[in-house]
């Protein structure tokens, strides 16, 4: 409770902040897609299961497929049955589904909108939601502009609206000025959550802990201490059926725009004067803002070609589903950056993401120098790695420091061995999947996870100067067999500056 | 998602026995910790964020046991819990055990470690000098003291010393509201479970402001121990008088405000629940020790 609540009320103090949003109605559009069934609806469960919705509130599917409120009650009692992670309970089911209505309708069509107004008014006077509404756009980018504008357009002036906007933000960075200037006619900025559900998980959230709760790193966490960074988002999956998707998007704008500029901003931020939005999301600007554009020499793109995943053989993007046999959309890229400030200047930050690699794993190594001059035999230290500080994101959730320590026996041998934190270990219970976090914080009105216009804007940025330069160029695709670590040339990247690629 | 721990094959190393002393049970710890991690295959991971120490009377072992196995997952800690046995011979006996649950699709394990020690004779007046060797260094120490501590008492103050906060549940207790004086709010942190129980009704009630800021008059249906602390409540937020009408039942089901009734809170924490939400507490809670101040009056 803030000083100003607890003066006006004194029963207030003591009790803390509860983190159950005010009466609300969740209308998800999309609402009978895949995104829905596993993960916005199983979030929702989580959720009620942990009494943290609203005792006011109401959940609208609003989607083409034409449903009755049981039939889609039933559909998402499947997908809660098989992708929540808490044990079905009957009880927590029927509130829910208690809660939830459906309408089919065709985002073009004005009196489908009207359907739905209808029903959100029924809702405030039934369920006492007090006009507030959650719109959530779980749809195609196409689909957008015609449900901003009429959201806009329907308005109430009674209660509060927030829009979740479902990635991609756009396609580059005149389309995202473009749809932020479409949402921004409608909806103020503290109305829009865009959502880059990497920043709801746990381990990224933690990065922050590590980062600003612990004395010990900040002083280390520069130039200084430490010889460079290396963040992998590996994929072991192919395409997956999303290859429309993924023919205009390629990892450049599916993961690199979007996560893997995340948490490279997370790891080079200065610390935020407190964890409001704007304090945490102006200190992740300025690192975008601060990078340098990387020259086509620090970019390398790959594209797999038939292997081996995981002990099974696995087709090349361009034997996939819907792909086009000549395919040139990248499905692999490692860049070299440079954050150009006081802490970061020349410590390189080498960055990979790719599909049909070799493990599925989003890990950011931390690597400090070496030690100036050990004083030991050099045999005693041939096994001794630099310290290195490993941030699993996925998918062991933890942290491992990696030091030096005597093999037990006799004479001084030294050799590598990592103390884990694993927070399966730690704290044993299950961790709360990104979007429990992201819908509940959207319901509370609370940015500091989603990301803002301007910090979009500046990604596009980036990403637009690499595919420029791209342009003056055809690589010899593929160029990397699925189940490896990606293309030489990545490996070449590195190496040129005498470091390697770390095998976590 | 991180990997969940499975419950189906837990791999236990225990140890027991009669008559032993402080440097038994230590070695024997280590022993089975080092059996532990090469009978089971991968390493087996120790975190812990705190020893929770528990004081428990022979009529509150079954539940001071069934509470306890709710509560490792949130809490990773070293358990050690003490059954005092006065009147028995002196000496202590032991059992030891560490747990190594599998975290599901990996080779590590996490061990988990509960020592038990039955103290009898004279040893229950020197629980301190048992269990200071074997607190986790430099974390914090949790004291749940089940049934009724006698402040003043040698055995109570001396883990009062060692521990950081003293967890009762003054619902055990047979003398509330006068109790809540001996309370050793100036040596150590304290929390009171029944106060927590409160606390769904006390955010209810806190809506009822500025309705409430002339109450006269609070009709309790609960627990003597919920009552009280209610109405301590009230007398120290509001700085007045509030009288208390008191019908017992055996959970806090009613609170009338002036005649009014207070909208039943949702939910029902479960015992381990709600220590576990006492175990997130660290620093005093001035709010409840004003509130059981004013309750005693």
């Given at each position: 409770?803030?000083?100003?609540?607890?003066?006006?009320?004194?029963?207030?103090?003591?009790?803390?902040?509860?983190r159950?949003?005010?009466?609300?109605v969740?209308?998800?559009?999309?609402?009978?897609?895949?995104?829905?069934?596993?993960?916005?609806?199983?979030?929702?469960?989580?959720?009620?299961?942990?009494r943290l919705?609203?005792?006011?509130f109401?959940?609208?599917?609003a989607?083409?497929?034409?449903?009755?409120?049981?039939?889609y009650?039933?559909?998402?009692?499947h997908?809660?049955?098989?992708?929540?992670?808490?044990?079905?309970?009957?009880e927590?089911?029927?509130?829910?589904?208690?809660?939830?209505?459906?309408?089919?309708?065709?985002?073009?069509?004005?009196?489908?909108?009207?359907?739905?107004s209808?029903?959100?008014?029924?809702?405030?006077?039934?369920?006492?939601?007090?006009?507030?509404?959650?719109?959530?756009?779980?749809?195609?980018?196409?689909?957008?502009p015609t449900?901003?504008?009429?959201?806009?357009?329907?308005?109430?002036?009674?209660?509060?609206?927030?829009?979740?906007?479902e990635?991609?933000?756009?396609?580059?960075l005149?389309?995202?000025?473009?749809?932020?200037?479409?949402?921004g006619?409608?909806?103020?900025?503290?109305?829009?959550?865009?959502i880059?559900?990497?920043?709801?998980?746990?381990?990224?959230?933690?990065?922050?802990?590590?980062?600003?709760?612990?004395g010990?790193?900040?002083p280390?966490?520069?130039r200084?201490?430490?010889?460079?960074?290396?963040?992998t988002?590996?994929?072991?999956?192919?395409?997956?059926?999303?290859?429309?998707?993924?023919?205009?998007?390629?990892?450049?704008?599916?993961?690199?725009?979007?996560h893997?500029?995340?948490?490279?901003?997370?790891?080079?931020?200065?610390?935020p004067?407190?964890?409001t939005?704007?304090?945490?999301?102006?200190?992740?600007?300025?690192?975008?803002?601060a990078?340098r554009?990387?020259?086509?020499?620090n970019?390398?793109?790959?594209?797999y070609?038939p292997?081996?995943?995981?002990?099974?053989?696995a087709?090349?993007?361009?034997?996939?589903d819907?792909?086009d046999?000549?395919?040139?959309?990248?499905?692999?890229?490692?860049?070299?950056?440079?954050?150009?400030?006081?802490?970061?200047?020349d410590?390189p930050?080498?960055v990979?993401?790719?599909?049909?690699?070799?493990?599925?794993?989003?890990?950011?190594?931390?690597?400090?120098?070496?030690?100036?001059?050990?004083?030991?035999?050099?045999?005693?230290?041939?096994?001794l790695?630099?310290?290195l500080?490993?941030?699993?994101v996925?998918?062991?959730?933890?942290?491992?420091?990696a030091?030096?320590?005597?093999?037990p026996g006799?004479g001084?041998?030294?050799?590598t061995?990592?103390?884990?934190?694993?927070?399966?270990?730690?704290?044993?219970?299950e961790?709360?999947?990104?979007?429990?976090?992201l819908?509940?914080?959207?319901?509370?009105?609370?940015?500091t996870?989603?990301?803002?216009?301007?910090?979009?804007?500046?990604?596009?940025?980036?990403v637009?100067?690499?595919v420029?330069?791209?342009?003056?160029?055809?690589?010899?695709?593929p160029?990397?067999?699925?189940?490896?670590?990606?293309?030489?040339?990545?490996?070449?990247l590195?190496?040129?500056?005498?470091?390697?690629?770390?095998?976590? | 998602?991180?990997?969940?721990?499975?419950?189906?094959?837990?791999?236990?190393?225990?140890?027991s026995?009669e008559?032993?002393?402080?440097g038994?049970v230590?070695?024997?710890?280590c022993?089975?910790?080092?059996?532990?991690?090469?009978?089971?295959?991968?390493?087996?991971?120790?975190?812990?964020?705190?020893?929770?120490?528990?004081w428990?009377?022979?009529?509150w072992?079954?539940?001071?046991?069934?509470?306890?196995?709710?509560?490792?997952e949130?809490?990773?800690?070293?358990?050690?819990?003490?059954?005092?046995?006065?009147?028995a011979?002196?000496?202590?006996?032991?059992?030891?055990?560490?747990?190594?649950?599998p975290?599901?699709?990996?080779?590590?394990?996490?061990?988990?470690?509960?020592?038990?020690?039955?103290?009898?004779?004279?040893?229950?007046?020197?629980?301190?000098?048992?269990?200071?060797?074997?607190?986790?260094?430099?974390?914090?120490?949790?004291?749940?003291?089940?049934?009724?501590?006698?402040?003043?008492?040698?055995?109570?103050?001396q883990?009062?010393?060692?521990?950081?906060?003293?967890?009762?549940?003054?619902?055990?207790?047979?003398?509330?509201?006068?109790?809540?004086?001996?309370?050793?709010?100036?040596?150590t942190?304290?929390?009171?479970?029944?106060?927590?129980?409160?606390?769904?009704?006390?955010?209810c009630?806190?809506?009822?402001?500025?309705?409430?800021?002339?109450?006269g008059?609070?009709r309790?249906?609960?627990?003597?121990?919920?009552?009280?602390?209610?109405?301590?409540?009230?007398?120290?937020?509001l700085?007045?008088?509030?009288?208390?009408?008191?019908?017992?039942s055996?959970?806090?089901?009613?609170?009338?405000?002036?005649?009014?009734?207070?909208?039943?809170?949702?939910?029902?924490?479960?015992?381990?629940?709600?220590?576990?939400?006492?175990?997130?507490?660290?620093?005093?809670d001035r709010?409840?020790?004003a509130?059981?101040?004013?309750?005693?009056?």
């Amino acid at each position: 409770m803030t000083e100003t609540q607890v003066a006006e009320n004194p029963l207030l103090e003591g009790l803390g902040p509860r983190r159950t949003p005010e009466p609300c109605v969740l209308v998800i559009f999309g609402a009978s897609g895949d995104l829905t069934r596993r993960k916005i609806f199983p979030a929702l469960y989580a959720l009620a299961y942990r009494r943290l919705l609203p005792e006011r509130f109401a959940v609208v599917g609003a989607a083409r497929s034409d449903l009755s409120d049981d039939e889609y009650r039933d559909r998402m009692e499947h997908a809660v049955r098989e992708f929540g992670r808490d044990d079905f309970e009957q009880e927590v089911w029927d509130g829910l589904a208690d809660a939830t209505r459906y309408v089919s309708m065709d985002f073009a069509n004005e009196s489908r909108e009207d359907k739905l107004s209808d029903l959100l008014t029924e809702l405030d006077e039934g369920r006492g939601t007090r006009g507030n509404r959650v719109y959530y756009l779980a749809v195609p980018p196409q689909a957008m502009p015609t449900i901003v504008r009429e959201l806009g357009e329907r308005r109430k002036t009674e209660g509060w609206t927030r829009l979740i906007v479902e990635k991609p933000f756009g396609h580059d960075l005149a389309s995202a000025r473009e749809l932020t200037g479409l949402i921004g006619g409608s909806f103020a900025e503290e109305e829009v959550f865009r959502i880059d559900h990497y920043l709801g998980k746990e381990t990224v959230q933690n990065m922050l802990a590590l980062r600003f709760a612990n004395g010990i790193f900040e002083p280390i966490w520069s130039r200084q201490f430490i010889d460079h960074i290396q963040i992998t988002v590996a994929e072991t999956l192919g395409v997956e059926g999303r290859a429309a998707y993924y023919e205009q998007a390629g990892a450049i704008r599916d993961i690199f725009q979007n996560h893997m500029l995340q948490l490279v901003a997370l790891t080079a931020m200065e610390p935020p004067i407190d964890f409001t939005a704007d304090s945490v999301r102006n200190e992740k600007v300025k690192v975008l803002k601060a990078m340098r554009t990387p020259g086509p020499k620090n970019v390398v793109r790959g594209q797999y070609g038939p292997g081996f995943v995981e002990g099974t053989e696995a087709p090349g993007y361009r034997d996939e589903d819907d792909v086009d046999p000549q395919s040139m959309i990248e499905t692999y890229v490692a860049a070299k950056l440079f954050v150009d400030n006081w802490r970061w200047a020349d410590t390189p930050i080498y960055v990979r993401t790719g599909k049909s690699l070799a493990r599925r794993e989003t890990t950011i190594a931390i690597q400090f120098q070496r030690a100036p001059h050990p004083p030991f035999e050099d045999s005693a230290t041939e096994e001794l790695q630099p310290n290195l500080l490993l941030v699993h994101v996925q998918p062991d959730e933890g942290v491992s420091l990696a030091i030096g320590a005597k093999v037990p026996g006799q004479g001084m041998r030294i050799r590598t061995v990592h103390m884990d934190f694993m927070y399966g270990g730690a704290f044993r219970v299950e961790l709360p999947d990104a979007y429990e976090r992201l819908i509940l914080d959207a319901m509370l009105g609370d940015q500091t996870l989603f990301t803002r216009s301007d910090e979009v804007e500046e990604q596009w940025s980036i990403v637009d100067a690499i595919v420029a330069g791209w342009a003056r160029d055809r690589p010899a695709f593929p160029n990397y067999a699925a189940g490896t670590w990606g293309p030489a040339a990545a490996d070449e990247l590195i190496q040129r500056d005498g470091r390697e690629w770390l095998r976590h | 998602m991180a990997p969940a721990l499975s419950t189906t094959h837990v791999h236990a190393e225990e140890w027991s026995g009669e008559d032993v002393g402080v440097g038994d049970v230590v070695t024997e710890l280590c022993r089975l910790r080092d059996e532990s991690a090469h009978e089971t295959e991968g390493p087996d991971l120790r975190t812990s964020v705190m020893t929770h120490l528990a004081w428990v009377p022979p009529e509150w072992e079954d539940a001071a046991l069934e509470t306890l196995a709710g509560l490792e997952e949130r809490h990773p800690s070293r358990g050690i819990l003490l059954f005092p046995r006065p009147d028995a011979e002196d000496g202590m006996d032991a059992k030891i055990s560490v747990l190594a649950f599998p975290l599901r699709e990996q080779r590590r394990h996490i061990a988990a470690e509960v020592i038990e020690l039955r103290l009898r004779g004279r040893s229950c007046q020197a629980p301190a000098s048992i269990v200071n060797p074997l607190l986790v260094p430099a974390l914090p120490v949790f004291l749940r003291w089940r049934g009724r501590p006698q402040f003043g008492e040698r055995n109570v103050d001396q883990l009062v010393e060692v521990c950081d906060r003293l967890i009762v549940d003054s619902r055990e207790w047979p003398d509330v509201p006068d109790a809540y004086g001996e309370l050793p709010f100036e040596s150590t942190a304290c929390s009171d479970i029944a106060w927590r129980r409160t606390e769904r009704w006390r955010r209810c009630l806190a809506r009822m402001w500025p309705g409430i800021a002339e109450l006269g008059t609070l009709r309790v249906e609960g627990p003597v121990a919920e009552a009280s602390l209610l109405a301590g409540w009230l007398r120290s937020r509001l700085e007045r008088e509030v009288e208390l009408e008191h019908d017992d039942s055996e959970e806090l089901v009613a609170v009338d405000v002036d005649g009014t009734a207070c909208p039943v809170p949702r939910g029902h924490p479960t015992s381990s629940e709600l220590l576990s939400a006492e175990l997130d507490e660290f620093s005093r809670d001035r709010v409840y020790e004003a509130a059981s101040r004013a309750a005693a009056r």
